[in-house]
């Protein structure tokens, strides 16, 4: 399962160390405590390591490259005094685990919560969270997904500037804070999945390129040169990103790890480096007797993603879906700026209902292209989707949620849509009581002429914007109160609309959880776009009983004429209902032939 890298903990106060730098002559350990310098020994591959007694969890140390430079552990498990010091040996067995009798969610049935750490409570650390998923599973959730806590420099970050990908970030409570959060969900019942980069890293305390080619020239991404997963030398970089990912999935108990951005992980040997990952994966699992999710980002709409290998896939469990979010966001907003060119039809959204994709070959006008290719015979449950998330909320210019572009109607409609649809849903934090404090992009760089560079850069992303909004003020990435006006409001009971939307996505839910939506998910569902009323129509049969559902985005009410046959039909669930804060007071049942109205940005559930 390839080789081991950065400082192993063996035993009592013994501990290896391994780093992989082909080129340097020389490499030494220096312990901080007394300044000691330590000769490591090279072997055939570039890996030079040392076995140490007399070495305590705790210790901190660096390695210095032929008698010049030193620097942090490029794997280091711990960065306890931030990005440019230290690294720190840990010991994973101390650790005292009580989750051996949990049982991961069946993906199928996955209802996933993606949230960012240091916004998600007031107190922004890995130990706050657990304070939190009771409500979360009181709401339905059964999964967590946490944004990259790779160690970033200082204490505000989205996460995917991270630098040392093996070290949990310090100021979140560091790796012990982690593995308490992983254990306190296995308790109750609850996966959790981690956000890992593994296509680039970020600006600023990186000095992984000082220990060897992990970068390339060959190939360019949005961040700059691109991780070394096929040139020279790359048996290694991919050794260190599988090493990784065995970490979390091994060492801390994650149930499995949503990879960022794949379609720039550039590789085009012959064995991709997804596969290898999965297959090391595969291996883990024959090893521990437990099932890991590999969920991927990615915007190429590529089945080969999630195909099985004697299909010629990558044997990846699922991946995020794009166009249902597009698809239903333009259709709520009317934007149709960027990519959202491609989308805004009900037809889209009809078609992302039905099979996630809306690109599955067909021309991209955004794109000039082609784009995708068919899921046919893909499991639902393969493809994640959303109507929120960390990207499409927070790279807008003021990161405003849905609940600040839409009415209080559509939010519960756009709910619908997401929880009733045939595969797996993703929640973003605060979403479930259509929280409206925005999620906006925030650093805390040390370097001035990054943070100067971060500043200019996001001002050219929004050059038009600002020209035509010039009363907006432009929220500063670095400004503290950037990351402040991020954070969650949790008052959810003093404010009548938030309960209502929490109550709301508590009842789908449960609705989702019985089994309510299940025939959605066979092959009996139909969908339809109804163009000039701006309806979506949804129906489904199983065991005798149809469920059938309308989902009104146009401006007026429409009638619909219920079946005479098959006995009265049973209301699932009506969105305008006042219950829910809506104008109508529906029965919960219908007389046959009976004549009903959906009100506009509303939609009815029933079985016939």
Known sequence: MGKFIGAEYLRKETCTFRVWSPFAEKVELVLQKNREYVELQKDSEGYWERTLEDIEPGTLYKFRLDEESEFPDPASRSQPEGVHSWSQVTAPGDFIWNDAHDKPVDLADMVIYELHVGTFTPGGTFEAVIEKLDHLKQTGINTLEIMPVAQFPGNRNWGYDGVYPFAPQSSYGGPDGLKKLVDACHQKGMCILLDVVYNHLGPEGSYLAEFGPYFTDKYHTPWG???????????????????????????????????????????????????????????????????????????????????????GGYGLEAQWVDDFHHSLHTLLTGEDEGYYKDYGKISHLAKAYKQAFVYDGIYSRFRKRRVGNSPEGLAAYQRVVCI???????????????????????????????????????????????????????????????????????????????????????????????????????????????????????????????????????????????????????????????????????????????????????????SADKQWGGPVEFSEAFRPGENLEVPPGSFMIYKS
């Open 388 to 574: 929120q998330n960390h990207d499409q909320v927070g790279n807008r210019m003021l990161g405003e949620r849905l609940s600040r572009l839409v009415s209080f109607e559509q939010l519960k409609l756009a709910a619908g849509v997401l929880l009733t649809a045939p595969f797996v849903p993703m929640l973003f934090m605060g979403e479930e009581f259509g929280e409206t404090n925005p999620f906006q992009y925030f650093v805390s760089h040390g370097d001035p002429g990054l943070v100067k560079a971060v500043r200019e850069g996001r001002k050219k992303e929004f050059e038009y914007f600002l020209q035509t909004h010039s009363d907006m003020d432009f929220p500063d990435p670095q400004a503290e109160e950037t990351f402040e006006h991020s954070k969650i409001n949790w008052d959810i009971k003093g404010d009548e609309k938030k309960n209502h939307i929490y109550q709301f996505y508590k009842e789908l839910l449960r609705l989702r959880k019985n089994g309510h939506f299940k025939a959605l998910r066979n092959g009996s569902m139909q969908v339809e776009a109804d163009v000039n009323q701006q309806l979506l129509h949804i129906s489904a049969t199983e065991e005798k009983r149809a469920l059938l559902g309308v989902f009104n985005f146009g401006a007026a009410a429409v009638g619909i004429r219920l079946n005479e046959e098959g006995g009265s039909p049973e209301l699932l669930v009506a």
């Open 225 to 311: 040169k691109a991780i070394n997963f096929d040139d020279r030398y790359s048996d290694h970089v991919r050794n260190y990103f599988i090493q990784n990912t065995l970490m979390w999935l091994e060492e801390f108990h994650f149930d499995g790890l949503r990879l960022d951005a794949i379609h720039e992980i550039i590789d085009r040997g012959a064995n991709h480096f997804l596969k290898e990952l999965s297959l090391a994966v595969d291996d883990l699992e024959k090893k521990t007797g437990r099932h890991y999710f590999l969920i991927a980002e990615s915007d190429l709409n590529d089945s080969r993603i999630i195909n099985t290998y004697d299909k």
